[in-house]
């Protein structure tokens, strides 16, 4: 999806990513300051869920440092990431849209699927 909205940006104002984040391939080295800069145009709202299974905490953390923490200082607030406490990759659907795939390799969110939603929401 972020491809999509990569290679059509100005048919968007920006995006929210859950369970999922922007690809390496977007973002690059300053060498003259150090700091981490986005080839990517949509401003881009990251979900990160503590408890997702499949959208690892490295990679959250990862991109809470690249997009947040060390970016170039003319991003500063496109890319926010957002840590959600207890939600899992499941949290972000509905429960009949779970794959076996997901149900397999997910973990346990520890907050009930309403709690995950009212925290998505907020």
Known sequence: MADYVHQNYKLF???????????RKYRHNDNSTGYTVWDYKVPTLTLAGSRDGLYRITRNAEAYWHQVVHVARNQVGQFPV????????ASYMDESMLTSFVKSNDLKADVSQDAAYRQISA
């Not at 104002?13 to 690809?23: A, C």
């Open 13 to 23: 104002k920006g995006q929210i990513l859950m369970g999922s984040g922007l690809d």
């Open 82 to 89: 957002v840590w959600m406490g207890g939600l899992s990759h």
